[in-house]
């Protein structure tokens, strides 16, 4: 098989490490999304350049493998912005069964989930023309492009049930909104992520795939069913460094306080006692009620609040937002509890 020449080889490199910057940063707005910040164009902006770069970069290395040759700029040129388009392409021509049950599960999904097929229309109409729909009402442009941002609330709006618009009423639990839907969003793009990946992983695209796009794959080529919704992107954000981080380290004051004071109510809960969705990443917790008003925390030693009254007294931080409790898990269940030792 002819050898890639260099330029060529590290030119692939660059486009797998840009294309999964671009698709983890995506993920990372994704999950800065909520009621203060709607700014959807920016993960719109990284998801459908990530995606298109990652699957274009997927289908040189697929059409090298199978004829031994790099593709030549015309056909890449003919499959465009369209992110369903490159998909059919790596389906009906570089998608290789790897014969592990995991193909099976992979090819299922890729060929017959809706909901995928759905995200990667708003984003590919978003890169074909969407991204200057603004301008081309402002200019009388004939050929305008769809509003991919009402049609991703459409899509959000039918993940949302009676108990998640109650709770975006509620100051203390509309965050959790927000979370859910990203979740779900993310898990289905990673799953999509991953399906590609593991082709790169079972070596279904040869030696010369696995080793131009070894530093990049192996993060969402090992994701399976128990791992997917479970990554907190927003570290790698710009808008998440420069928050600046409330967390409070306890002291010997805050547990005599704990310990003596009547009108502090706590107790200790471990992953293994609790019958329900473990929402934090420590496998051990302290809620607490102070005043019969303020909920808190205890993570690690850190006090993180629970509901908005013990956020704004306190000057704490959610857990969520911390990155002590994984995003789309409610602590809702958790916040009763605290309230609920007042009863005991």
Same mark, same amino acid.
């Given at each position: 098989?002819?050898?890639?020449?260099?330029? #060529? /080889?590290?030119?692939?490199?660059?486009?797998?490490?840009?294309?999964?910057?671009?698709?983890?940063?995506?993920?990372?707005?994704?999950?800065?999304?909520?009621?203060?910040?709607?700014?959807?164009?920016?993960?719109?902006?990284?998801?459908? /350049?990530?995606?298109?770069?990652?699957? =274009?970069?997927?289908?040189?290395?697929?059409?090298?493998? @199978?004829? +031994?040759?790099?593709?030549?700029?015309?056909?890449?040129?003919?499959?465009?912005?369209?992110?369903? @388009?490159?998909?059919?392409?790596?389906?009906? &021509?570089?998608?290789?069964?790897?014969?592990?049950?995991?193909?099976?599960?992979?090819?299922?999904?890729?060929?017959?989930?809706? &909901?995928?097929?759905?995200?990667?229309?708003?984003?590919?109409?978003?890169?074909?023309?969407?991204?200057?729909?603004?301008?081309?009402?402002?200019?009388?442009?004939?050929?305008?492009?769809?509003?991919?941002? #009402?049609?991703?609330?459409?899509?959000?709006? @039918?993940?949302?049930?009676?108990?998640?618009?109650? @709770?975006?009423?509620?100051?203390?639990? &509309?965050?959790?909104?927000?979370?859910?839907?990203?979740?779900?969003?993310?898990?289905?793009?990673?799953?999509?992520?991953?399906?590609?990946?593991? /082709?790169?992983?079972?070596?279904?695209?040869? /030696?010369?795939?696995?080793?131009?796009?070894?530093?990049?794959?192996?993060?969402?080529?090992?994701?399976?069913?128990?791992?997917?919704?479970?990554?907190?992107?927003?570290? +790698?954000?710009?808008?998440?460094?420069?928050?600046?981080?409330?967390?409070?380290?306890?002291?010997?004051?805050?547990?005599? +306080?704990?310990?003596?004071?009547?009108?502090? =109510?706590?107790? =200790?809960?471990?992953?293994?006692?609790?019958?329900?969705?473990?929402?934090?990443?420590?496998?051990?917790?302290?809620?607490?009620?102070?005043?019969?008003?303020?909920?808190?925390?205890?993570?690690?030693?850190?006090?993180?609040?629970?509901?908005?009254?013990?956020?704004?007294?306190?000057?704490?931080?959610?857990?969520?937002?911390?990155?002590?409790?994984?995003?789309? #898990?409610?602590?809702?269940?958790?916040?009763?509890?605290?309230?609920?030792?007042?009863?005991?």
């Amino acid at each position: 098989m002819p050898e890639i020449e260099n330029i #060529k /080889q590290f030119a692939l490199l660059e486009e797998f490490e840009t294309s999964d910057k671009l698709i983890k940063l995506g993920f990372g707005e994704l999950q800065n999304i909520n009621l203060n910040n709607d700014f959807y164009f920016l993960p719109f902006q990284l998801l459908s /350049q990530g995606f298109e770069r990652f699957m =274009k970069a997927y289908i040189c290395i697929g059409h090298y493998h @199978k004829h +031994q040759e790099l593709p030549n700029f015309r056909y890449l040129k003919n499959l465009g912005h369209d992110l369903e @388009k490159l998909l059919k392409e790596i389906i009906d &021509n570089y998608y290789f069964d790897f014969d592990r049950p995991q193909f099976d599960i992979d090819n299922e999904f890729i060929l017959t989930n809706s &909901n995928l097929k759905e995200l990667l229309f708003i984003l590919s109409e978003f890169g074909k023309l969407a991204r200057y729909h603004n301008f081309d009402l402002i200019t009388d442009n004939t050929r305008i492009g769809i509003n991919t941002r #009402k049609l991703w609330e459409d899509f959000e709006n @039918k993940l949302l049930d009676k108990k998640d618009y109650e @709770k975006l009423m509620n100051f203390d639990l &509309n965050h959790e909104v927000y979370q859910k839907i990203t979740n779900h969003i993310i898990i289905i793009f990673e799953k999509f992520v991953s399906a590609l990946s593991r /082709q790169f992983i079972f070596k279904c695209l040869g /030696q010369k795939g696995l080793q131009l796009s070894a530093t990049t794959v192996f993060d969402f080529g090992m994701l399976y069913d128990k791992d997917f919704g479970k990554k907190d992107y927003r570290s +790698q954000t710009t808008r998440y460094k420069q928050t600046p981080k409330k967390e409070h380290k306890r002291t010997v004051i805050d547990e005599l +306080q704990r310990n003596i004071n009547p009108n502090y =109510k706590s107790r =200790k809960i471990n992953k293994t006692e609790y019958d329900g969705d473990w929402p934090f990443y420590a496998d051990e917790v302290i809620i607490e009620c102070r005043e019969n008003h303020w909920c808190i925390v205890t993570i690690d030693g850190l006090d993180f609040a629970l509901n908005g009254s013990a956020s704004g007294r306190y000057k704490l931080e959610f857990p969520h937002d911390a990155g002590r409790a994984i995003l789309g #898990k409610s602590v809702s269940e958790f916040i009763k509890m605290a309230f609920d030792l007042n009863k005991e």
